[in-house]
């Protein structure tokens, strides 16, 4: 049985990799604003976007905020908890009434030193309420080292990176499972997701059906890091990870998030057009138009419709 709905998730997997895909730029005119970008959340409604703005050495990491209204994105502002401290990698739950978060702020309220990074969150009663504020999610998921990337499927297991010591390699990803209202304690998956290598910026499915993940410089990969996907079969174990190649580039692709409303990824990318040489002289104007290119080697958001 397990052999027919492995074979399943191989079919469906090379169905998704056969796929023509148009990747196009997200939010250019809002994005090209910041030195660079990474990772991007998008709420259930469509009208609510959150995504890191850092500089060009990854400096100032700061969660920025936009609007949906009457079919207009507002201009981008500071996200009202962000700001301070290191920030990064937002991620709504499938319902929208949670907003889970990195940062190293000081877990007391007395102190203004920075820690380790940990996972936090905020939330909301309904989608028109105020969001509270910021709650770090506690043992046994943070710890004395780093956590990054949380995502949430609808039963409130969490999904994340760590380089805690029960990780196969460098970085890994573990779950931890939510039962009475309560995290157990994480474990890292199986070998299928996980090497000795960095696994990171892991995206759940809200029905945990599928891990969209982040695997850098594997066997199989196009040049540096590439984003994988893996399924998961009725009997819990997931398949071999599958290199997402027909969006993949040679440059580093990662963060994935996948919209199910929309069957929308997004995930953000260092690829680059620009060439060392061109048919003529280029004036300045042409020069500044090329550097400041969307594809210019500096982390973008993009997005690609696909079934996954």
């Given at each position: 049985?397990?052999k027919?709905?492995?074979?399943?998730?191989?079919?469906?997997?090379?169905?998704?990799?056969?796929q023509?895909?148009?990747?196009?730029?997200?939010?250019?005119?809002?994005?090209?604003?910041f030195?660079n970008?990474?990772d991007?959340?998008?709420?259930?409604?469509?009208?609510?976007?959150?995504?890191?703005?850092?500089?060009?050495?990854g400096e100032?990491?700061?969660?920025i905020?936009?609007v949906?209204?009457?079919?207009?994105?507002?201009?981008?502002?500071?996200?009202?908890?962000?700001?301070q401290?290191?920030?990064?990698?937002?991620?709504?739950?499938?319902?929208?009434?949670?907003?889970?978060?990195?940062?190293?702020?000081?877990?007391?309220?007395?102190?203004?030193?920075?820690?380790d990074?940990d996972?936090w969150?905020?939330?909301?009663t309904?989608i028109?309420?105020?969001?509270?504020?910021?709650?770090?999610?506690?043992?046994p998921?943070?710890?004395?080292?780093d956590?990054?990337?949380?995502?949430?499927?609808?039963?409130?297991?969490?999904?994340?990176?760590?380089?805690?010591?029960?990780?196969?390699?460098?970085?890994?990803?573990?779950?931890?499972?939510?039962?009475?209202?309560?995290?157990?304690?994480?474990?890292?998956?199986?070998?299928?997701?996980?090497?000795?290598?960095?696994e990171?910026?892991?995206y759940?499915a809200?029905?945990?059906?599928?891990?969209?993940?982040?695997?850098?410089?594997?066997?199989?990969?196009?040049?540096?890091?590439?984003?994988?996907?893996?399924?998961?079969?009725t009997?819990?174990?997931?398949?071999?990870?599958?290199?997402?190649?027909?969006?993949?580039?040679?440059?580093?692709?990662?963060?994935?998030?996948?919209?199910?409303?929309?069957n929308?990824l997004y995930?953000?990318?260092?690829?680059?057009?620009?060439?060392?040489?061109?048919?003529h002289?280029?004036?300045?104007?042409e020069?500044?138009?090329i550097?400041?290119?969307?594809?210019?080697?500096?982390?973008r958001?993009?997005?690609?419709?696909?079934?996954?």
């Open positions: 049985m397990y027919i709905a492995a074979l399943l998730s191989f079919l469906v997997i090379q169905f998704s990799n056969s023509e895909l148009k990747i196009q730029p997200v939010l250019p005119e809002i994005i090209s604003q030195p970008v990474r991007f959340t998008i709420s259930p409604t469509q009208d609510e976007v959150y995504f890191t703005a850092q500089g060009y050495l100032l990491s700061t969660i905020k936009v949906k209204k009457e079919k207009q994105w507002s201009s981008p502002q500071v996200a009202p908890f962000s700001g401290y290191r920030d990064l990698e937002a991620m709504f739950s499938p319902d929208g009434l949670k907003l889970f978060f990195v940062s190293n702020r000081p877990k007391s309220p007395t102190t203004q030193e920075p820690k990074h996972i969150y905020i939330e909301r309904n028109s309420s105020d969001w509270s504020a910021p709650m770090n999610i506690g043992t998921i943070n710890t004395d080292g956590e990054f990337y949380p995502s949430i499927a609808k039963n409130g297991n969490i999904y994340y990176t760590s380089t805690a010591s029960i990780s196969k390699g460098k970085d890994d990803i573990l779950v931890s499972i939510r039962k009475n209202e309560t995290y157990n304690e994480p474990i890292s998956l199986q070998e299928t997701i996980n090497t000795e290598g960095y990171y910026n892991s759940i809200p029905d945990e059906s599928f891990l969209i993940f982040g695997g850098y410089k594997r066997k199989d990969g196009l040049g540096s890091g590439d984003l994988y996907i893996s399924r998961k079969s009997n819990g174990n997931w398949s071999d990870a599958e290199n997402l190649t027909n969006l993949n580039s040679d440059k580093m692709d990662y963060c994935p998030y996948y919209d199910v409303n929309t929308t995930f953000t990318s260092k690829r680059s057009d620009i060439k060392d040489t061109y048919t002289n280029r004036n300045l104007e020069l500044l138009k550097m400041n290119s969307h594809k210019n080697g500096l982390s958001i993009y997005s690609c419709v696909i079934k996954l």
